[in-house]
Protein backbone atom coordinates (compact mmCIF):
# COMPACT_ATOMS: atom_id res chain seq x y z
CA UNK A 1 0.00 0.00 0.00
CA UNK A 2 1.52 3.02 -0.93
CA UNK A 3 1.40 6.38 1.30
CA UNK A 4 3.64 9.64 1.38
CA UNK A 5 6.97 9.47 1.32
CA UNK A 6 8.20 9.81 5.09
CA UNK A 7 12.01 11.20 5.59
CA UNK A 8 14.10 13.04 8.35
CA UNK A 9 12.28 16.66 6.57
CA UNK A 10 9.81 17.03 8.69
CA UNK A 11 8.70 20.48 7.66
CA UNK A 12 7.98 18.61 3.71
CA UNK A 13 6.42 15.60 4.93
CA UNK A 14 3.52 18.02 6.84
CA UNK A 15 3.29 19.96 4.17
CA UNK A 16 2.54 16.71 2.31
CA UNK A 17 0.01 15.84 4.90
CA UNK A 18 -2.26 18.86 4.85
CA UNK A 19 -2.68 18.36 1.03
CA UNK A 20 -4.74 15.13 2.15
CA UNK A 21 -8.19 16.91 3.83
CA UNK A 22 -10.37 15.18 6.11
CA UNK A 23 -13.06 13.02 4.56
CA UNK A 24 -15.93 13.55 5.57
CA UNK A 25 -18.38 10.81 7.28
CA UNK A 26 -19.84 9.67 3.99
CA UNK A 27 -16.45 10.02 1.63
CA UNK A 28 -14.45 7.60 4.40
CA UNK A 29 -17.50 5.16 4.50
CA UNK A 30 -18.00 5.40 0.58
CA UNK A 31 -14.21 4.47 0.42
CA UNK A 32 -14.03 1.96 3.17
CA UNK A 33 -16.93 -0.22 1.78
CA UNK A 34 -15.00 -0.22 -1.84
CA UNK A 35 -11.69 -1.59 0.04
CA UNK A 36 -13.53 -3.33 2.38
CA UNK A 37 -15.73 -5.27 -0.76
CA UNK A 38 -13.10 -5.29 -3.36
CA UNK A 39 -9.95 -4.98 -1.75
CA UNK A 40 -9.17 -1.22 -3.62
CA UNK A 41 -5.97 -0.46 -3.35
CA UNK A 42 -6.26 2.98 -4.43
CA UNK A 43 -9.16 3.68 -1.63
CA UNK A 44 -6.97 2.47 0.85
CA UNK A 45 -4.13 5.01 0.22
CA UNK A 46 -6.56 7.75 0.79
CA UNK A 47 -8.00 6.52 3.70
CA UNK A 48 -4.17 6.09 4.88
CA UNK A 49 -3.15 9.71 3.40
CA UNK A 50 -5.94 11.67 4.76
CA UNK A 51 -5.72 10.45 8.40
CA UNK A 52 -1.81 10.83 8.37
CA UNK A 53 -2.54 14.19 10.30
CA UNK A 54 -3.74 12.37 13.56
CA UNK A 55 -0.73 9.96 13.30
CA UNK A 56 1.22 12.89 13.74
CA UNK A 57 -1.03 14.09 16.41
CA UNK A 58 -0.73 10.89 18.21
CA UNK A 59 3.29 10.48 17.33
CA UNK A 60 4.06 13.66 19.15
CA UNK A 61 2.47 12.68 22.42
CA UNK A 62 5.37 10.34 22.76
CA UNK A 63 8.28 12.51 21.81
CA UNK A 64 9.23 12.60 25.55
CA UNK A 65 10.94 8.93 25.24
CA UNK A 66 13.99 10.46 23.09
CA UNK A 67 12.33 8.89 19.82
CA UNK A 68 12.69 10.21 16.33
CA UNK A 69 9.40 11.75 15.55
CA UNK A 70 9.73 10.63 12.20
CA UNK A 71 10.09 7.27 13.46
CA UNK A 72 6.90 7.62 15.71
CA UNK A 73 5.32 8.95 12.98
CA UNK A 74 6.32 6.01 10.58
CA UNK A 75 5.38 3.02 13.05
CA UNK A 76 2.17 5.28 13.91
CA UNK A 77 1.71 5.56 9.48
CA UNK A 78 2.09 1.55 9.67
CA UNK A 79 -0.41 0.68 12.32
CA UNK A 80 -3.02 3.12 10.52
CA UNK A 81 -2.09 0.95 7.83
CA UNK A 82 -2.97 -2.52 9.36
CA UNK A 83 -6.46 -0.77 10.74
CA UNK A 84 -7.40 0.22 7.54
CA UNK A 85 -7.15 -3.62 5.94
CA UNK A 86 -8.97 -4.64 9.08
CA UNK A 87 -11.85 -1.97 9.18
CA UNK A 88 -15.14 -2.75 8.66
CA UNK A 89 -17.51 0.31 7.78
CA UNK A 90 -20.97 -1.55 8.21
CA UNK A 91 -20.48 -0.99 11.91
CA UNK A 92 -21.13 2.17 12.30
CA UNK A 93 -17.82 3.85 13.82
CA UNK A 94 -14.94 6.09 12.04
CA UNK A 95 -11.63 4.67 11.19
CA UNK A 96 -10.16 7.43 13.65
CA UNK A 97 -11.52 5.52 16.30
CA UNK A 98 -10.50 2.29 15.16
CA UNK A 99 -7.47 3.00 14.26
CA UNK A 100 -6.15 5.00 17.33
CA UNK A 101 -5.77 1.82 19.12
CA UNK A 102 -3.50 0.11 16.08
CA UNK A 103 -1.24 3.68 15.57
CA UNK A 104 -0.17 3.48 19.57
CA UNK A 105 0.12 -0.30 19.96
CA UNK A 106 3.05 -0.19 16.85
CA UNK A 107 4.33 3.10 18.60
CA UNK A 108 4.83 1.94 21.64
CA UNK A 109 6.47 -1.53 20.43
CA UNK A 110 8.74 0.67 18.59
CA UNK A 111 9.78 2.66 21.83
CA UNK A 112 10.23 -0.82 23.58
CA UNK A 113 12.31 -2.23 21.04
CA UNK A 114 14.46 1.24 20.57
CA UNK A 115 15.35 1.47 24.42
CA UNK A 116 15.99 -2.04 24.43
CA UNK A 117 18.57 -1.26 21.48
CA UNK A 118 20.04 1.51 23.56
CA UNK A 119 20.52 -0.79 27.05
CA UNK A 120 17.71 1.06 28.86
CA UNK A 121 17.73 -2.07 31.03
CA UNK A 122 16.26 -5.67 30.78
CA UNK A 123 14.66 -5.55 33.81
CA UNK A 124 10.55 -4.59 34.43
CA UNK A 125 11.65 -2.31 36.84
CA UNK A 126 14.72 -0.74 35.03
CA UNK A 127 11.84 0.03 32.32
CA UNK A 128 9.08 0.93 35.22
CA UNK A 129 12.42 3.62 36.06
CA UNK A 130 12.36 4.96 32.66
CA UNK A 131 8.77 6.03 32.32
CA UNK A 132 8.63 7.01 35.31
CA UNK A 133 11.17 9.57 34.82
CA UNK A 134 9.72 10.48 31.66
CA UNK A 135 6.55 11.52 33.46
CA UNK A 136 8.17 13.23 36.57
CA UNK A 137 10.71 15.63 33.57
CA UNK A 138 6.63 16.16 31.90
CA UNK A 139 5.38 17.20 35.26
CA UNK A 140 8.20 18.86 36.37
CA UNK A 141 8.63 20.94 33.20
CA UNK A 142 8.91 24.48 34.76
CA UNK A 143 11.51 23.51 37.24
CA UNK A 144 15.16 22.53 36.86
CA UNK A 145 14.86 18.65 37.03
CA UNK A 146 17.92 17.70 38.86
CA UNK A 147 18.42 13.91 39.87
CA UNK A 148 18.34 15.27 43.21
CA UNK A 149 14.77 16.58 42.43
CA UNK A 150 13.32 13.36 40.66
CA UNK A 151 15.21 11.36 43.35
CA UNK A 152 13.26 13.00 45.73
CA UNK A 153 9.74 12.79 43.46
CA UNK A 154 10.34 8.96 42.75
CA UNK A 155 11.27 7.70 45.80
CA UNK A 156 14.80 6.21 44.39
CA UNK A 157 18.50 7.32 44.88
CA UNK A 158 19.77 9.52 43.04
CA UNK A 159 22.76 7.32 41.75
CA UNK A 160 19.97 5.50 39.94
CA UNK A 161 18.45 8.55 38.00
CA UNK A 162 21.99 9.60 37.17
CA UNK A 163 22.98 6.17 35.99
CA UNK A 164 19.32 5.48 33.80
CA UNK A 165 19.97 9.12 31.96
CA UNK A 166 23.77 8.73 31.13
CA UNK A 167 21.88 5.58 28.73
CA UNK A 168 19.25 7.88 27.85
CA UNK A 169 21.19 11.34 26.87
CA UNK A 170 21.94 10.52 23.17
CA UNK A 171 19.12 11.13 21.10
CA UNK A 172 19.16 10.03 17.07
CA UNK A 173 17.21 12.96 16.23
CA UNK A 174 16.45 16.61 18.03
CA UNK A 175 12.80 17.63 18.23
CA UNK A 176 14.03 21.16 19.88
CA UNK A 177 16.98 21.87 17.12
CA UNK A 178 16.32 24.15 14.84
CA UNK A 179 15.04 23.81 11.17
CA UNK A 180 18.28 24.08 8.70
CA UNK A 181 20.63 25.04 11.69
CA UNK A 182 19.62 28.29 11.29
CA UNK A 183 19.13 30.08 14.76
CA UNK A 184 15.99 32.11 13.96
CA UNK A 185 14.36 29.16 12.58
CA UNK A 186 11.69 27.60 14.59
CA UNK A 187 12.08 24.12 16.16
CA UNK A 188 11.15 20.87 14.46
CA UNK A 189 8.45 20.06 17.02
CA UNK A 190 6.83 23.22 16.87
CA UNK A 191 6.11 22.12 13.42
CA UNK A 192 3.29 19.81 14.81
CA UNK A 193 2.64 21.37 18.47
CA UNK A 194 -0.59 22.78 18.99
CA UNK A 195 -2.46 23.94 22.16
CA UNK A 196 -5.65 23.71 21.17
CA UNK A 197 -7.38 20.52 20.22
CA UNK A 198 -7.74 19.75 16.71
CA UNK A 199 -10.43 18.26 14.45
CA UNK A 200 -8.98 14.81 14.75
CA UNK A 201 -8.45 14.41 18.36
CA UNK A 202 -12.44 16.11 19.16
CA UNK A 203 -13.37 13.67 16.52
CA UNK A 204 -12.08 10.63 18.29
CA UNK A 205 -12.91 11.31 21.48
CA UNK A 206 -16.72 11.64 20.23
CA UNK A 207 -16.18 8.67 18.36
CA UNK A 208 -14.14 6.85 20.92
CA UNK A 209 -17.06 7.73 23.64
CA UNK A 210 -19.80 6.28 21.13
CA UNK A 211 -18.02 3.15 20.17
CA UNK A 212 -17.91 1.97 23.60
CA UNK A 213 -21.26 2.72 23.88
CA UNK A 214 -22.08 0.76 21.48
CA UNK A 215 -19.47 -1.91 22.26
CA UNK A 216 -21.52 -1.95 25.85
CA UNK A 217 -24.93 -2.12 24.42
CA UNK A 218 -23.97 -5.09 22.14
CA UNK A 219 -22.40 -7.00 25.00
CA UNK A 220 -25.86 -6.72 27.29
CA UNK A 221 -27.65 -7.85 24.22
CA UNK A 222 -25.68 -11.26 25.05
CA UNK A 223 -27.28 -11.39 28.68
CA UNK A 224 -30.58 -13.27 29.29
CA UNK A 225 -33.25 -10.62 30.16
CA UNK A 226 -33.02 -11.03 33.87
CA UNK A 227 -28.88 -10.68 33.94
CA UNK A 228 -29.53 -7.84 31.89
CA UNK A 229 -32.22 -6.07 34.27
CA UNK A 230 -29.93 -6.81 36.78
CA UNK A 231 -26.36 -5.41 35.19
CA UNK A 232 -28.90 -1.85 34.23
CA UNK A 233 -29.77 -1.37 37.53
CA UNK A 234 -26.60 -1.81 39.32
CA UNK A 235 -23.92 0.03 37.10
CA UNK A 236 -26.08 1.77 34.62
CA UNK A 237 -28.94 4.04 36.65
CA UNK A 238 -28.07 7.21 38.43
CA UNK A 239 -28.52 5.84 41.67
CA UNK A 240 -27.94 2.24 42.00
CA UNK A 241 -30.73 -0.42 43.34
CA UNK A 242 -29.19 -2.67 46.62
CA UNK A 243 -29.13 -5.99 45.98
CA UNK A 244 -31.72 -6.99 48.56
CA UNK A 245 -34.33 -4.98 46.74
CA UNK A 246 -33.47 -6.81 43.28
CA UNK A 247 -33.47 -10.01 45.51
CA UNK A 248 -37.00 -8.98 46.66
CA UNK A 249 -38.07 -7.96 43.17
CA UNK A 250 -36.80 -11.76 41.68
CA UNK A 251 -37.70 -13.22 44.70
CA UNK A 252 -34.52 -14.51 45.38
CA UNK A 253 -31.47 -13.71 47.69
CA UNK A 254 -29.32 -11.16 47.68
CA UNK A 255 -26.48 -13.39 47.60
CA UNK A 256 -28.02 -15.09 44.49
CA UNK A 257 -28.59 -11.50 42.81
CA UNK A 258 -24.43 -11.09 43.88
CA UNK A 259 -23.63 -14.54 42.12
CA UNK A 260 -25.67 -13.49 38.94
CA UNK A 261 -24.45 -10.46 38.83
CA UNK A 262 -20.97 -11.74 38.64
CA UNK A 263 -21.50 -14.04 35.80
CA UNK A 264 -23.42 -11.08 34.00
CA UNK A 265 -20.45 -8.88 34.39
CA UNK A 266 -17.88 -11.88 33.22
CA UNK A 267 -20.02 -12.18 30.16
CA UNK A 268 -19.58 -8.80 29.46
CA UNK A 269 -15.55 -9.08 29.92
CA UNK A 270 -15.61 -11.65 27.26
CA UNK A 271 -17.63 -10.14 24.58
CA UNK A 272 -15.82 -9.65 21.14
CA UNK A 273 -17.50 -5.64 21.19
CA UNK A 274 -16.22 -4.82 24.87
CA UNK A 275 -12.35 -6.38 23.68
CA UNK A 276 -12.21 -4.71 20.59
CA UNK A 277 -13.34 -1.24 22.49
CA UNK A 278 -10.64 -1.65 25.65
CA UNK A 279 -7.64 1.22 23.81
CA UNK A 280 -5.36 2.92 25.32
CA UNK A 281 -6.30 5.41 27.26
Known amino acids: MKILA ?10 EVECYPLLSREEEFALAVKHWETGDLDAARVLVNSNLRFVVRIAKNYTSYDVSLMD ?22 RLVSYAVWWIR ?14 RIGSSRNERKLFQKISAARRALSEEKTTPEKL ?31 MSG ?11 TPSQETALAKSQNENWRKTALNKALDGLDE ?7 SRFLTETPVKLEDLGKKFRISAERIRQIENKAI ?3 KRSPSVSMAKMEE
Do not use: C
Not at 81 to 92: D, E, L, Q
Not at 105 to 117: C, D, L, V
Not at 173 to 180: A, E, R, V
Not at 185 to 195: F, I, K, R
Open 6 to 15: LNSNIGAFMK
Open 151 to 181: SEMLGVSAREITEMETRTSARDFSLDSKIGG
Open 266 to 268: SKI
Open 72 to 93: LIQEGALGLMTAVKKFNPHRGY
Open 185 to 195: AGSYLELVADT
Open 226 to 232: REREIIT
Open 105 to 118: ARINEHIMRFWSSV
